[in-house]
């Protein structure tokens, strides 16, 4: 079977996250940027990291790269490219985004319909039409220009991997599915442990920690782009990835997964889309304070993501909010707390210094991940 070059964009500062993920997976990473992972797989490494990987944006199928200084440079060189191995006769195909940095040509609707001039003109040649219906299945592709480099790709996940299929209710300031899994992957926590969070807004972390429990593949209740691809991709390969996704699933998993928020409208959003990802059962969520945290046992996590005042009228209130975020914190003996914020002022109200912080952007917001890990729980003894 075909080998192609695959690449994963990811939140930038979490490569090695996603890296260690991919190689979970059983494939061989090739590249590893700011942003984005490469890797080789066939048509089953496609559908299998759409559906299993939890941190990637999507899964590029790699066309080319190559140096372009010239708007006639970008369209000469687009157009060498094998395009007739990729696109059918009546492939509906443009280029959905370009993005630039760095580099001589930056105008992303220029590249745009310049690029899909290029295909164009290539396979008027190849098919030997002058006009293309379109009317087949859809092909994006994405252009990415790095300090003069153009990579040019097919996007086979279509929505954004971040889209499981479940978050239909949304907080004000949530969290993405695939940030929020892979800051999860970012600590020791694992399903059979205790897990936190005193700001659960929509139920983003406690849900992703669930499907984690369980075994659910992020990807199982959605649709990807490629699944029309039939020239690329076989329908069976689709089927076994998804039946390989469904072996996996364990439902009985006991876990201790709660999820608080002041808001008790949010709370029944959070609870709806846990059902909708079928973890419902897995997850405690409450409407409570934070002032009113506490859990009776020890070695468990607070992962969260508090406020920071993205509105004027609500920095006023944060100070005492991280204070008591400290103070309950600190009544939780031995336990590890990890927090996402671009609040500046954290560490100094939460009351100690992290022994560690990740710089991570959250869409154009720049944020903190602070780490206060707490002491390992002891081994537990075998039964003779």
């Given amino acids: 079977m075909k080998t192609f070059e ?57 066309i080319g790269s190559f140096k372009a200084f010239s708007f006639e440079e970008l369209f000469d060189r687009t157009k060498e490219l094998p395009w007739e191995n990729y696109l059918p006769r009546d492939a509906r195909f443009w280029v959905t985004k370009a993005t630039s940095v760095k580099s001589r040509l930056f105008s992303p609707s220029d590249i745009q319909s310049l690029v899909k001039k290029a295909i164009v003109e290539r396979l008027k040649t190849v098919y030997q039409i002058n006009w293309f219906e379109e009317n087949g299945a859809a092909y994006p592709i994405r252009v990415s220009l790095m300090k003069d480099m153009v990579t040019l790709a097919l996007d086979t996940s279509g929505d954004s991997l971040h889209k499981r299929g479940y978050r239909k209710l949304a907080s004000r300031a949530p969290i993405t599915e695939t940030l929020a899994a892979a800051l999860i992957l970012l600590t020791p926590w694992r399903g059979d442990r205790i897990l936190v969070d005193p700001f659960c807004g929509s139920g983003t972390f406690p849900i992703e920690a669930a499907l984690m429990a369980a075994h659910i593949a992020p990807g199982m209740n959605r649709s990807f782009a490629a699944e029309a691809w039939e020239n690329l991709i076989p329908k069976r390969e689709w089927y076994d990835a998804f ?68 509105r004027l009228e609500e920095k006023e209130h944060l100070p005492a909010l991280y204070r008591t975020l400290g103070e309950r914190f600190k009544e939780l003996d031995s336990w590890s707390e990890y927090v996402i914020t671009a609040y500046e002022d954290a560490e100094k109200y939460i009351g100690r210094k992290a022994d560690k912080n990740r710089k991570i952007y959250n869409g154009m917001i720049k944020t903190y991940f602070y780490q206060f890990p707490g002491p390992k729980p002891p081994k537990r003894s075998r039964p003779d």
């Fill in 6 to 62: 695959l690449i994963a964009p990811c939140h930038f500062g979490l490569e090695s996250v996603l890296k260690k993920e991919i190689t979970n997976l059983g494939y061989e990473i090739s590249q590893v940027e700011d942003g984005r992972v490469t890797f080789a797989g066939d048509a089953e490494a496609v559908c299998r990291a759409n559906i299993g990987l939890r941190t990637a944006e999507r899964i590029l199928l790699k």
């Fill in 243 to 310: 039946d390989e996704a469904a072996e996996a699933v364990n439902l009985n998993v006991e876990t201790d997964i709660q999820g608080y928020d002041i808001d008790g409208e949010i709370i029944r959003a959070a609870r709806e889309n846990a059902k909708l990802a079928g973890v419902e059962k897995l997850i405690h969520f409450q409407q409570r304070d934070v002032s009113a945290l506490s859990h009776p046992k020890k070695y468990g996590f607070l992962i969260t993501n508090p406020p920071y005042g993205e």
